[in-house]
C-alpha cells in the first residue's frame, strides 16, 4: 500500500496527472471532428506541460532578482531534461502554422513563469485564473482546431469560447482549496467573492456554455452524452469544492475530468 501510495504521490505531483488531463482534452476535440489523432501534437502537448507545470513548481516564489543571476532557470531546465526533450522532439515534427501558434502559447506561459520586469504574470492581481485558461483553450482548442482546417464560423467561436469558460469552471475548485494559501494580493475569486458566490458564478458560466454550445449547433448525436455528463460532473466538483477538503479532491478527481471526458467520448461515441 505504501508503494502505491508513493507512486500516486509522485503521478500528480511530478503532474503526469494534470499533462495526462490536458492532452486528453486536446484529443477530445480531435475526436469531435472524427479526426485521427496527430501523436507528434499530442506528445508535445503532454511534454510540454510537464515542462511547464514542473518549471513553475520548482520556480515558485523565489526572489528573482538574486536566483535568476544564479541561473536558476537553466538548472530548472536541466532538471526537466527528458520531457523538455519530447517537447521539442514533437514540435520539430509539427506543422508550420502549428508551430508559430504553439510559439505563442509557450512565450505567454515563460511569462506566466518568468517576470516581464519584476513579477510573473501569475502574480498579478485577478489575472491568473485567465491566463491558465486562456493557455489551455489555445492548446487544446484552437491549436487542433487549426489541424482540421475549421477556424471560422460560428463553431469554431463557439468551440473557443465555451472551452475557454469551462476551464475557468474547472480551475474553480483549486482556487477554492487554496483560499487560505494565497496571497492575499493574488484577488482570486474566492478570496474576492467568497466561496459560495464564486461556485454561483461558476454555475453559471456552465449554463452559459451549454447555452453557447446549443446555439452553435456544437454537440449533437453521439457526442451529446459525453458532453452533458461532463459538464454535470464539473459541477459536481465545483460544489464540491472547499478549502477543507483533502488536497487530492482538486488535485487528483477535479484534475480527472478531461480524462473522464475522453473516456465517455471512446466509450460512447461513434
Given at each position: 500500500?505504501?508503494?502505491?501510495?508513493?507512486?500516486?504521490?509522485?503521478?500528480?505531483?511530478?503532474?503526469?496527472?494534470?499533462?495526462?488531463?490536458?492532452?486528453?482534452?486536446?484529443?477530445?476535440?480531435?475526436?469531435?471532428?472524427?479526426?485521427?489523432?496527430?501523436?507528434?501534437?499530442?506528445?508535445f502537448?503532454?511534454?510540454?506541460?510537464?515542462?511547464?507545470?514542473?518549471?513553475?513548481?520548482?520556480?515558485?516564489?523565489?526572489?528573482?532578482?538574486?536566483?535568476?543571476?544564479?541561473?536558476?532557470?537553466?538548472?530548472?531546465?536541466?532538471?526537466?531534461?527528458?520531457?523538455?526533450?519530447?517537447?521539442?522532439?514533437?514540435?520539430?515534427?509539427?506543422?508550420?502554422?502549428?508551430?508559430?501558434?504553439?510559439?505563442?502559447?509557450?512565450?505567454?506561459?515563460?511569462?506566466?513563469?518568468?517576470?516581464?520586469?519584476?513579477?510573473?504574470?501569475?502574480?498579478?492581481?485577478?489575472?491568473?485564473?485567465?491566463v491558465?485558461?486562456?493557455?489551455?483553450?489555445?492548446?487544446?482548442?484552437?491549436?487542433?482546431?487549426?489541424?482540421?482546417?475549421?477556424?471560422?464560423?460560428?463553431?469554431?467561436?463557439?468551440?473557443?469560447?465555451?472551452?475557454?469558460?469551462?476551464?475557468?469552471?474547472?480551475?474553480?475548485?483549486?482556487?477554492?482549496?487554496?483560499?487560505?494559501?494565497?496571497?492575499?494580493?493574488?484577488?482570486?475569486?474566492?478570496?474576492?467573492?467568497?466561496?459560495?458566490?464564486?461556485?454561483?458564478?461558476?454555475?453559471?458560466?456552465?449554463?452559459?456554455?451549454?447555452?453557447?454550445?446549443?446555439?452553435?449547433?456544437?454537440?449533437?448525436?453521439?457526442?451529446?452524452g459525453?458532453?452533458?455528463?461532463?459538464?454535470?460532473?464539473?459541477?459536481?466538483?465545483?460544489?464540491?469544492?472547499?478549502?477543507?477538503?483533502?488536497?487530492?479532491?482538486?488535485?487528483?478527481?477535479?484534475?480527472?475530468?478531461?480524462?473522464?471526458?475522453?473516456?465517455?467520448?471512446?466509450?460512447?461515441?461513434?
Amino acid at each position: 500500500m505504501q508503494v502505491f501510495r508513493a507512486m500516486m504521490k509522485y503521478y500528480v505531483t511530478g503532474h503526469v496527472h494534470v499533462s495526462l488531463a490536458v492532452a486528453a482534452l486536446a484529443v477530445v476535440t480531435f475526436k469531435f471532428f472524427k479526426q485521427e489523432v496527430p501523436l507528434p501534437f499530442v506528445g508535445f502537448v503532454f511534454c510540454g506541460t510537464l515542462v511547464a507545470y514542473g518549471l513553475i513548481n520548482r520556480i515558485g516564489a523565489m526572489n528573482w532578482a538574486v536566483e535568476a543571476t544564479k541561473g536558476f532557470v537553466f538548472r530548472a531546465l536541466k532538471a526537466l531534461f527528458l520531457p523538455l526533450s519530447g517537447a521539442l522532439f514533437c514540435y520539430g515534427l509539427l506543422p508550420t502554422e502549428i508551430q508559430l501558434t504553439a510559439l505563442v502559447f509557450g512565450v505567454l506561459c515563460l511569462f506566466y513563469i518568468v517576470p516581464l520586469r519584476t513579477t510573473p504574470l501569475r502574480n498579478y492581481a485577478g489575472i491568473k485564473l485567465f491566463v491558465v485558461a486562456f493557455v489551455w483553450t489555445g492548446v487544446t482548442a484552437v491549436m487542433p482546431l487549426m489541424y482540421v482546417n475549421n477556424t471560422r464560423g460560428a463553431m469554431f467561436v463557439g468551440m473557443v469560447v465555451t472551452r475557454f469558460l469551462w476551464v475557468i469552471v474547472l480551475t474553480l475548485p483549486f482556487d477554492i482549496r487554496d483560499l487560505d494559501r494565497d496571497l492575499p494580493h493574488l484577488r482570486t475569486w474566492p478570496q474576492a467573492y467568497g466561496v459560495k458566490q464564486t461556485k454561483i458564478m461558476g454555475t453559471l458560466l456552465m449554463l452559459l456554455v451549454v447555452l453557447i454550445s446549443w446555439f452553435a449547433g456544437l454537440y449533437s448525436g453521439s457526442e451529446t452524452g459525453p458532453f452533458y455528463s461532463t459538464m454535470i460532473v464539473t459541477l459536481l466538483g465545483l460544489w464540491g469544492a472547499s478549502p477543507k477538503r483533502s488536497w487530492w479532491y482538486a488535485a487528483f478527481w477535479v484534475e480527472a475530468i478531461p480524462i473522464f471526458w475522453l473516456g465517455l467520448v471512446w466509450l460512447l461515441a461513434d
